[in-house]
């Protein structure tokens, strides 16, 4: 179950030599789709740096499975979870033409104050997962 997904398109220079999206691109992909979930969570990272609090990528894993190439259309889909003190984004790319599965990536996140690792985060856990509790009270 994904909770979140944007539809982007491929540009040409994400491509290398052989046609297809160079690996890295595909973490900005994954990255643009978080932000974007972030944002209409309400979440800013802008704010919580104000506060001395940074949000930061502890850990990826992506596993390619279909290369996508110059001009596909592409979804990226996305659902987070609580583990610990990790925030696990579990996260795909799907090739919008025939929804082929094109990536599928773990990307655990920590939060920093002040550079020290924190045990919780109260505010930003509100804002991630107050819709899926209300959402699982509703089923």
Known sequence: MFIHEIKLKVRDYECDLQGIVNNANYQHYLEHARHEF????GISFAEM???GIDAVVA??????????????????????????VRYVFVQQIHRASDD???LKAKVDTVCLQNG????????????L???QDSQALAE
């Open 59 to 84: 850990r990826i894993q992506m596993d390619f499975k279909v290369p996508l190439r110059s001009r596909d259309e592409y979804i990226c889909r996305l659902n987070v979870k609580k583990e610990g």
């Open 38 to 41: 972030l944002l209409e969570r």
């Open 49 to 51: 740096h104000e506060q």
């Open 116 to 127: 020290r690792l924190l045990a919780a985060c109260p505010d930003l856990d509100a804002k």
């Open 129 to 131: 997962f107050a819709e």
């Open 100 to 102: 082929k599965v094109c």
